[in-house]
Each structure stands twice: as C-alpha cells, then as structure tokens.
C-alpha cells in the first residue's frame, strides 16, 4: 500500500487507521458515493473533503458523500461573510491532491477545517486517504485532533 502525505501525517501523530482500497472509477458522477456503493458503506459516514473559501481564504469541509454543503452554514461555521466552492485546480495546487484523491490529512497547506456535525456522532467514519481509490476510517474524534476541526453543521 503506497504512502500518502494523509497516510503519513496521521502516522506522525500516532493516529491509526483502516485502509480500505477500491477500485475507482474516474467517470463516476459522484466519487464519494462511488466508493460508498464499491465498500458497501453507508453514505453518511463515507465523507467527501471538499475545498472552499471563505471570504476570499481557503478552507476545508468534510462531509458525507450523499450531502451537499450550504454556503450559508459554511459561512457562518468559518465566522465568514461569504462562501464559495474553491475551482479545481486551485484546491488541487493548495492541497497537493488529485480531486477525486483529495484528503484533510497532510494537504501541502494547513487550512481551517470543519467535519459536518452529524457524521461525528458515527463510531467510525471514512475518508479519502489521498489517492483515488484509498479510503482510511478512523473515529470521528481521531479527525477532529488531527485536523484541529471543529464538529459543526455544514449541509443543506
């Protein structure tokens, strides 16, 4: 299993985690519930990284895949005016990821971060582990430290 940034940086901190591989498929519509549907996890827990900016500054949400982000949660979880999905290549420049492959864990740049409440309440949740086609679980808590995240509502 190869080592990714997010692989490696959870490792720094001592953080275990499960890796689950799947076979990704580069045309599916929604790759998140994608890899749900190929590891037969529910959708809630199986959480999409996507990247934003809030008031013109970069910033993470993590969500579950079958959700969208309200930009009026977004904003108001980030103390921020204004929110806005960040364009492709710009999240892909910040993060060092591939979308698709786009993790929290280890992106080239530290950005705040926050995991939609609903999906902390879960015992495990899964995440991108920074390549196409390799999820991590972890504890919801385990995320939250290692991401210095706050836990807040973030879906429409």
């Known amino acids: 299993m190869s080592s ?3 692989l490696r940086a959870l490792a720094a901190l001592g953080i275990e985690v499960t890796l689950h591989p799947y076979a990704y498929d580069p045309k599916a519509e929604a790759t998140g519930l994608q890899a749900a549907e190929a590891l037969g996890i529910d959708p809630t827990v199986m959480l ?3 990247m934003v900016e809030v008031d013109g500054k ?11 982000l309200s ?7 980030f103390g921020a005016k204004s929110a806005a999905m960040m364009p492709v290549l710009k999240a892909e420049k910040l993060t060092g990821y591939h979308v698709g492959g ?5 992106q080239k740049r530290a950005v705040p971060t926050v995991i939609e409440a ?3 309440t879960a015992p495990r949740i899964w995440i991108n582990a920074g390549q196409r086609g390799l999820i991590l679980s972890l504890p919801p808590e385990a995320a939250l430290i290692a991401l210095h995240a706050k836990a807040l509502p973030l879906i429409a």
């Open 118 to 120: 609903s999906a902390c």
């Open 4 to 6: 990714t940034p997010a």
């Open 71 to 77: 930009m009026k949660r977004v904003a108001s979880a």
């Open 48 to 50: 999409k990284t996507l």
């Open 58 to 68: 970069p910033a993470c949400c993590v969500i579950p895949s079958d959700r969208q």
């Open 102 to 106: 786009i993790s929290p864990f280890g």
